[in-house]
């Protein structure tokens, strides 16, 4: 059975930096595809990153291009995402989600294509 756990949230200035991770336990990652969601308070949980299984392949919403950034350890089953530049609305609840895929360079922010589920964390940008 996969599991998944994410870490490494927390609260911010605006400007400022985190770094999550997303450890997956029971399966090697090379097959999954992992995406990262994020739900504000009263908004639909949207898709904000993904990365295929190869880690080859990555996209993002547009309102974290060029500021977020995905990537994946697969020894280490670890995917992290990456935040910069962070902004007021950048707060919500962050999830990492997974689906099995044999196309190791396909990942989508769908969410309803995944299989697996972390339970979430808080990120919170304030000043």
């Known amino acids: 059975q996969l599991h998944l756990t994410e870490s490494g949230a927390g609260s911010e200035q605006p400007g400022g930096s985190l770094r999550l991770s997303c450890s997956a336990s029971g399966v090697t990652l090379d097959y999954y595809a992992v995406t990262w969601f994020r739900q504000a308070p009263g908004k639909e949980r949207e898709g904000v990153a993904c990365s295929s299984g190869s880690g080859s392949s990555t996209n993002y919403a547009d309102s974290v291009k060029g500021r977020f950034t995905i990537s994946r350890d697969n020894a280490k089953k670890q995917v992290y995402l990456q935040m910069n530049s962070l902004k007021a609305e950048d707060t919500a609840v962050y999830f990492c989600?997974?689906?099995?895929?044999?196309?190791?360079?396909?990942?989508?922010?769908?969410?309803?294509?995944?299989?697996?589920w972390g339970t979430g964390m808080l990120v919170t940008v304030s000043s």
């Open positions: 989600a997974t689906f099995f895929t044999f196309n190791p360079d396909f990942c989508v922010l769908t969410k309803a294509t995944m299989e697996y």
